[in-house]
């Protein structure tokens, strides 16, 4: 993922226009403008408290006006517009990616930047690429299979498309961030006419033994992945 902008509607093959490079994350500022039948989704492991609202806290402090619009998360299936018809085909693939998985641990270490190619500074994984990798390649496929314009890098944003000065200091002031924690699964999130993305269903990792279930969703009550 290289691209933390505002995106042009994103769309599943054959459902109209291609992706773009800015479509390669969960972003607020995604036009609310899907027409009748027609949703707007995304896909990612949701990064747990106090973590998540740490870091959605900071992003914030750096006066990042999508702070409050987007969790904290690592995404896996960037915005993408979607038939209303195809969300139970897609909450199924979706189940049975997660099927196939198991926890695994990552690791946050300090801060990282996208530019001068987009203007995003983010906190990079030390650990759990590999596992962001696997399950990303399975979940954009089938119902969900695009292709994106960028090579897939995992990270956690947390300052996008600020002056130069609030970018060099947020990079500056994670550059000693670390957290640990394990991945339970996925979350498939929902962006609102309001510009917010809120999360809908929770796919719960199931091979290899029976993991605590996930936190609750904070919106709404969605329906459990396991």
Not at 174 to 188: E, I, M, P, T, V
Request: aromatic fraction near 8%; glycine fraction near 10%.
């Amino acid at each position: 993922m290289v691209a933390d902008r505002p995106p042009r509607h994103a769309a599943a093959p054959g459902q109209g226009e291609a992706p773009s490079a800015a479509e390669t994350t969960m972003v607020g500022g995604l036009p609310a403008t899907t027409g009748p039948g027609r949703r707007a989704i995304g896909v990612a492991i949701p990064i747990p408290d106090p973590h998540g609202s740490f870091l959605q806290a900071r992003r914030a402090s750096f006066g990042d006006p999508l702070a409050h619009a987007i969790p904290t998360h690592i995404t896996l299936l960037p915005p993408t517009e979607v038939d209303e018809a195809a969300l139970e085909g897609i909450h199924r693939h979706l189940f049975r990616v997660a099927r196939t998985e198991h926890p695994f641990t990552i690791r946050l270490r300090g801060s990282g930047t996208f530019r001068p190619v987009s203007p995003v500074v983010f906190v990079a994984l030390a650990e759990g690429i590999g596992g962001c990798e696997r399950v990303q390649e399975k979940v954009l496929s089938g119902p969900l299979a695009r292709p994106l314009p960028f090579p897939y890098h995992p990270h956690v944003t947390i300052a996008h498309h600020l002056p130069d000065d609030v970018m060099d200091r947020a990079f500056k002031e994670l550059a000693g961030y670390a957290a640990d924690f394990q991945a339970w699964g996925f979350s498939l999130y929902e962006h609102g006419q309001d510009g917010v993305w809120r999360r809908q269903n929770d796919y719960v990792f199931s091979r290899g033994g029976d993991p605590p279930s996930p936190p609750a969703a904070r919106h709404g009550s969605p329906r459990s992945g396991r």
